[in-house]
């Protein structure tokens, strides 16, 4: 897990890069098609492939959509917010895929676990915070559909693996990725241009690795003890935009991600006792 969020906050990084020039759906696919190679070669080099065809077709679409709507708005997101914004309201993903496990994973969680959930989607909610005459700020808006999609498929992550290998789970959701946010970004697709090549071998490499990582994760390992582990993105997310694009975090996101961490914490050491 720790592998992966360190790919994908690199990934991250490219794709924030790519906003200037290129539309978000845009991105989502070829963020997918980049992989595909990587993700094949994998899948060879360790016998997967002839298991590709047994699969619960169902919940693949339903990962396939969740996935397009994933990286689509998270891409809006971080063309108008800095990484570490953008990571501390997709830090309520942790908090929603624990009180889902509930009702599709059948686990328990008691009326404190319930009030810290409410506490961190409180903060989710302050930091929402408008911009200009806008009721809501639509960018991190949309960073909060991006984590209700990732909490969302992290569950039927642990519902596949059931029935599915990871190598399934990652080839076809890479696939299905690529091809339909590129049908729906066809009309307005912009021509690639060849100074941005080397951001997207980025994109595709550490999107691979992390693919890869974060399915063998939650095959590994139940949801609510791992999911934690995505908070070590602030730091990738706070690392990149100073270096980066020199933006540098303030009081509201740190006081709105402090509480949404501590109640995420929080859920992981009742977990573990």
């Known amino acids: 897990m720790l592998l992966a969020v360190a790919m994908f906050c690199a990934m991250d990084a490219c794709m924030k890069q790519l906003t200037q020039d290129y539309g978000p759906m845009q991105i989502a696919s070829l963020r997918a098609l980049c992989a595909w190679p990587l993700i094949v070669g994998w899948l060879i080099t360790t016998n997967r492939v002839q298991h590709l065809l047994n699969s619960r077709w169902s919940l693949h679409l339903l990962r396939a959509v969740l996935g397009v709507v994933m990286l689509s708005a998270f891409v809006y997101a971080i063309e108008s917010l800095s990484l570490a914004d953008a990571y501390a309201i997709f830090f309520a993903a942790p908090l929603l895929i624990t009180a889902m496990s509930v009702w599709f994973l059948g686990e328990d969680v008691q009326l404190r676990q319930w009030v810290?959930?409410?506490?961190?989607?409180?903060?989710?909610?302050?930091?929402?915070?408008?911009?200009?005459?806008?009721?809501?700020?639509?960018?991190?808006?949309?960073?909060?559909?991006?984590?209700?999609?990732?909490?969302?498929?992290?569950?039927?992550?642990?519902?596949?693996?059931r029935?599915?290998?990871?190598?399934?789970?990652?080839?076809?959701?890479?696939?299905?990725?690529?091809?339909?946010?590129?049908?729906?970004?066809?009309?307005?697709?912009?021509?690639?241009?060849?100074?941005?090549?080397?951001?997207?071998?980025?994109?595709?490499?550490?999107?691979?690795?992390?693919?890869?990582?974060?399915?063998?994760?939650?095959?590994?390992?139940?949801?609510?003890?791992?999911?934690?582990?995505?908070?070590?993105?602030?730091?990738?997310?706070?690392?990149?935009?100073?270096?980066?694009?020199?933006?540098?975090?303030?009081?509201?996101?740190?006081?709105?991600?402090?509480?949404?961490?501590?109640?995420?914490?929080?859920?992981?050491a009742q977990e573990r006792r």
């Open 116 to 161: 810290a959930i409410g506490v961190g989607m409180l903060a989710v909610i302050f930091m929402l915070k408008p911009e200009g005459d806008q009721l809501l700020s639509l960018g991190a808006l949309a960073a909060l559909v991006s984590a209700l999609c990732y909490a969302i498929s992290a569950i039927t992550v642990r519902v596949l693996s």
């Open 163 to 268: 029935t599915d290998n990871s190598g399934n789970m990652v080839f076809w959701l890479m696939t299905m990725i690529g091809l339909g946010a590129g049908a729906l970004a066809y009309p307005n697709w912009v021509a690639l241009s060849s100074e941005h090549l080397w951001l997207f071998a980025l994109m595709g490499i550490s999107g691979a690795i992390g693919q890869v990582s974060i399915t063998e994760a939650f095959r590994l390992a139940p949801a609510s003890v791992i999911a934690p582990f995505e908070y070590t993105a602030l730091v990738w997310g706070l690392g990149f935009d100073i270096l980066l694009w020199q933006l540098y975090p303030d009081f509201s996101l740190l006081m709105g991600a402090g509480v949404i961490v501590a109640s995420g914490l929080y859920l992981w």
